[in-house]
């Protein structure tokens, strides 16, 4: 069975501060996908990796896959109450089509 | 354009009751994915369709079952309901062009209590 572990559950903050999120798991997957959800709504894509190693950035927004494609970190910098969310990490492996596993997330909260 | 989306937006039934959830996925899109989301919790993988056809199943029991249509919507069928299937029921639809990843855009779910 996948799992993918998602750290911290829960992250309360001063606006400005960085922070980082973990994903961690035993299985290899295809490729590795972050997610924000909001209230009522469905998860939103933010960014996915592919190859290991693989680095991007989206505005304060640092995504990290690791080298062997097991693990993957969200780093957000000068962090404001308008990054308050939920986050996802969630990962792709083949089986004939596709089949997506998602962490528990991490509950953002950014105090102004 | 029109995002997916998904019918009803929020269901309340009563246990042993069947349910039929519905979603459009984006125009051109040929795969959609189900997904279960218990609150506080991350979304659990259900179904994804391709092309009308089953092409990832996770572990849910046999209570639940969906299909694709022509036009490339989806139901999720769920049948002699339980209490612990109250939750949020996310649609995701992906074009599954372009390599190794398959980018998902989500529908804003349907709430299902059950009684």
């Known amino acids: 069975t996948q799992l993918l572990e998602q750290s911290p559950q829960f992250l309360s903050i001063q606006e400005g501060e960085n922070l980082t999120v973990y994903c961690n798991s035993s299985s290899v997957f295809s490729s590795l996908q972050w997610y924000r959800q909001e209230p009522g709504e469905g998860p939103v894509l933010l960014v996915t990796v592919v190859t290991g190693g693989e680095v991007k950035k989206l505005k304060r927004l640092t995504f990290q896959f690791g080298d062997a494609r097991k693990d993957s970190s969200l780093h957000i910098t000068a962090a404001q109450p308008g990054d308050t969310g939920l986050y996802l990490c969630?990962?792709?492996?083949?089986?004939?089509?596709?089949?997506?596993?998602f962490g528990a997330g991490t509950r953002l909260f950014v105090k102004a | 354009d029109a995002g997916v989306t998904q019918s009803p937006t929020h269901l309340i039934k009563t246990r042993g009751q069947h349910v039929t959830l519905r979603c459009s996925p984006i125009s051109g899109h040929k795969s959609v994915s189900w997904y279960q989301q218990v609150l506080g919790q991350g979304p659990q993988f259900i179904f994804q369709y391709y092309e009308k056809e089953e092409r990832g199943r996770g572990n849910f029991p046999d209570r639940f079952s969906a299909r694709q249509f022509p036009n490339y919507s989806s139901e999720l069928n769920v049948n002699a309901l339980l209490l612990g299937d109250s939750a949020l029921y996310l649609c995701?639809?992906?074009?599954?062009?372009?390599?190794?990843?398959?980018?998902?855009?989500f529908g804003p779910g349907t709430r299902l209590t059950v009684l």
């Open positions: 995701a639809s992906s074009s599954m062009t372009g390599g190794n990843y398959n980018e998902q855009f």
């Open positions: 969630a990962g792709l492996y083949r089986t004939g089509g596709f089949k997506t596993i």
